[in-house]
C-alpha cells in the first residue's frame, strides 16, 4: 500500500510540472519548434507556449524553453526558473548572457542552432576531397567565431582565406578578393554577410567562378549550394526537451551545446553542372557519424 501510494505521488507530481515554450517570433521555425517541444514533453509536463511580447504570467514555471535569441533575453529578464535555450547561433546566447542581469549562478544552457566547425571541416572533406583553401566572408561581429573556425581548421590541413565585411556594399569586392583565392565557399550563419537580399548574388558569383559553397540550411541547398549541414526543427526539439527534462529531475543544466542529430543536404544538380561527384546525403551523413566516433 505504502508503495502504491509513493508511485501515486510521483505519478502526481511528474504531471504537475509546468513548462513554459517562449517564442522569439511567432512565425515560422520557431512556431514549429514549439509545437514539437509540446509534443515531446506532453507526457512529462504541461507545456504553455508564450507568443512573443506576452504579459509574463503570475506563476513561474518550473523549466523556461525559449526560442531564438530575443525569447532568450526576456527571459533572462523577467523568469527566476531554469532556462534552455534553443533555435539561438552561439555568439547570440554568448552575447546575450553577457548583457543581461542575470544573477550569478543562474541555471542556464543551450542547444546551439549552429553546427560545429570540425563537423562543417569533415563534411567538405567529404564532399570535396583535395580542396584545402576555403573562403570565408564575414562581419566584424563574426570576427570571433572565424578564428574558431582557423583553429579548428589547422589541424585537417586547411587553409582560411577570410574577409572581414564592413558594410553590404563591401561584399561584392570582398568575395570577388577571396574567389581569387580560394576553391570553395562556406557560408557562415552571419546575417550580415547571408542574408534574402545577398544569397543570390553570392550563389551566382561562385558558380561563375566555379567554386562550390557549402551552406548551413536546406534553403541554401535549394538556392544552388553544393551541399549544407544542419539540424531540423524535430532535432533541436528534441535535444531542448532532453535538457528540460534533465533540469525537471534536479539533476541540473549541462553546459550549453552544439547539436548532436544533424542533416546534410546535396544538390546534385550543382553537382553535376560543377563536374563534382558527391556521394547521396544518407551515405555522407553515415560517414559523418564514423568520422565522429574516431578517437
Known amino acids: 500500500m505504502g508503495a502504491l501510494l509513493l508511485l501515486a505521488m510521483l505519478c502526481a507530481g511528474a504531471a504537475a510540472a509546468d513548462i513554459d515554450v517562449v517564442l522569439g517570433e511567432d512565425s515560422g521555425a520557431y512556431r514549429e519548434v514549439a509545437e514539437l517541444l509540446r509534443k515531446e514533453l506532453a507526457a512529462k509536463a504541461t507545456v504553455n507556449i508564450v507568443a512573443p511580447g506576452a504579459a509574463v504570467p503570475g506563476r513561474e514555471p518550473d523549466v523556461v524553453i525559449t526560442v531564438g535569441t530575443r525569447a532568450l533575453a526576456a527571459a533572462l529578464e523577467s523568469r527566476t526558473a531554469p532556462v534552455v535555450a534553443t533555435l539561438v547561433p552561439r555568439l547570440s546566447y554568448e552575447r546575450t548572457l553577457r548583457g543581461a542581469k542575470a544573477l550569478p549562478g543562474r ?18 572533406s567529404l564532399v570535396l576531397p583535395g580542396r584545402q583553401r576555403i573562403g570565408v566572408l564575414a562581419t566584424a561581429e563574426y570576427e570571433e567565431n572565424l578564428k574558431l573556425l582557423v583553429t579548428a581548421a589547422q589541424p585537417r590541413r586547411f587553409s ?17 578578393r577571396v574567389l581569387g583565392e580560394s576553391e570553395l565557399l562556406l557560408a557562415l550563419p552571419d546575417p550580415g554577410i547571408f542574408n534574402a537580399g545577398t ?22 541547398v535549394r538556392a544552388g ?69 574516431e578517437p
Open 160 to 176: 582560411i582565406v577570410s574577409e572581414i565585411v564592413t558594410s553590404p556594399q563591401n561584399v561584392p569586392p570582398a568575395l570577388s
Open 199 to 220: 544569397i543570390h548574388n553570392i550563389l551566382l558569383a561562385t558558380y561563375r567562378a566555379q567554386q562550390p559553397v557549402i551552406g548551413f540550411s536546406p534553403a541554401y
Open 225 to 293: 549550394a553544393l551541399a549544407a549541414l544542419y539540424s531540423t526543427p524535430q532535432q533541436m526539439a528534441q535535444q531542448a526537451a532532453e535538457l528540460a527534462l534533465r533540469a525537471l529531475t534536479g539533476a541540473g543544466l549541462p553546459p550549453p551545446q552544439h547539436p548532436r542529430a544533424y542533416s546534410v543536404g546535396v544538390n546534385s544538380t550543382v553537382a553535376r553542372s560543377l563536374g563534382i561527384t558527391v556521394d547521396d546525403a544518407a551515405v555522407l551523413t553515415s560517414k559523418l557519424a564514423a568520422m565522429e566516433r
Open 107 to 124: 541555471r542556464v544552457s543551450a542547444v546551439f542552432i549552429d553546427q560545429p566547425y570540425g563537423r562543417q571541416l569533415n563534411l567538405i
